[in-house]
C-alpha cells in the first residue's frame, strides 16, 4: 500500500507529557499537511510544509505544538506539556503539486489526554 | 473556523434510494471537494470540482457546483450500506493559501440494509 500513513494509531497520555507523531506521506508528494479534528467536527488545518520548508502555521497552532519535515520526507507533529483540550483526531494529508491538487489523508492519530 | 456548513446534519435512507448533501459556503473559492470519513478513521477524497465546473460525476456520485449561490451538493444514486459514513465538504480558497481546505461539519449517512 503506497498511501499516507501515521504513526501511531492510538495514543493515550496524561496531562503535562509530551508526545509526537509521525507522518509518512506518498512518496513523490512534495506537499504535506496536518489537520485536527475534534469529535462531531470537520478537519481544521494546522500547518503545511513544501518539500522541508514549513510555509504556513494556523493560529490553532500553539508554542506547544512544533512541526518538522527533515528533507523534505517523513514529517513529526510534537506537542509538548499535552492538555486534556488537545485530546483530538490529529490527521495528515499529502499531495503533489501541480495546480489544482487532492488532498491524500492519512488514518489518523487519536490522541487522548488524561 | 469552518467555512463549508453541510445540510442535513444527520439523514438516514433505505438501501437502494438516493442520497443528497448539501454544502454551503462563505468565500471565493478556487476548488470544492468532497471527502467521506469512516467512524474513526481518515478522510478517503470522493471528488474535486473547480470553480469553473458546474457539475461532475464519478461512478455513483455527482456533485453540482453553484458560485453564484455558493454551494454545492452531493448525490449519491442507489445506495449501499457500506455507503453509511460521514460526509464532508472542503473549499480551496481563490489566492495563495489554495492548498488550506476548510472543512465544514459534516453530513452523517446512514443507509440502512
Known amino acids: 500500500d503506497t498511501g499516507v500513513s501515521q504513526d501511531p494509531r492510538h495514543k493515550i497520555t496524561k496531562r503535562g507529557q509530551n508526545v509526537t507523531f509521525r507522518c509518512d506521506p506518498i512518496s513523490e508528494h512534495n506537499r504535506l499537511y496536518w489537520y485536527r479534528q475534534t469529535l462531531g467536527q470537520g478537519p481544521e488545518f494546522l500547518t503545511y510544509?513544501?518539500?522541508?520548508?514549513?510555509?504556513?502555521k494556523s493560529r490553532l497552532l500553539s508554542d506547544r505544538f512544533s512541526a518538522e519535515r527533515p528533507k523534505g520526507s517523513f514529517s513529526t507533529l510534537e506537542i509538548q506539556r499535552t492538555e486534556q483540550g488537545d485530546s483530538a483526531m490529529y490527521l495528515c494529508a499529502s499531495s503533489l503539486y501541480i495546480g489544482l491538487e487532492t488532498q491524500y489523508f492519512g488514518p489518523g492519530t487519536r490522541l487522548l489526554v488524561l | 473556523s469552518q467555512q463549508g456548513e453541510e445540510d442535513p446534519q444527520a439523514l438516514s435512507i433505505q438501501e437502494g434510494e438516493n442520497a443528497t448533501m448539501n454544502c454551503s459556503y462563505k468565500?471565493?473559492?478556487?476548488?470544492l471537494q468532497w471527502y467521506r470519513q469512516n467512524s474513526g478513521r481518515g478522510l478517503v477524497h470522493l471528488i474535486l470540482i473547480r470553480s469553473n465546473e458546474r457539475e461532475k460525476h464519478s461512478g455513483r456520485l455527482r456533485v453540482t457546483l453553484d458560485t453564484s449561490k455558493k454551494s454545492s451538493s452531493l448525490l449519491i444514486t442507489a445506495s449501499r450500506a457500506a455507503d453509511t459514513a460521514s460526509y464532508f465538504c472542503?473549499?480551496?480558497?481563490?489566492?495563495?493559501?489554495?492548498?488550506?481546505?476548510?472543512f465544514g461539519k459534516g453530513t452523517l449517512l446512514t443507509v440502512n440494509p
Open positions: 472542503a473549499t480551496a480558497p481563490r489566492g495563495g493559501s489554495n492548498y488550506k481546505l476548510t
Open positions: 510544509f513544501q518539500n522541508e520548508a514549513q510555509l504556513e
Open positions: 468565500t471565493s473559492i478556487n476548488n
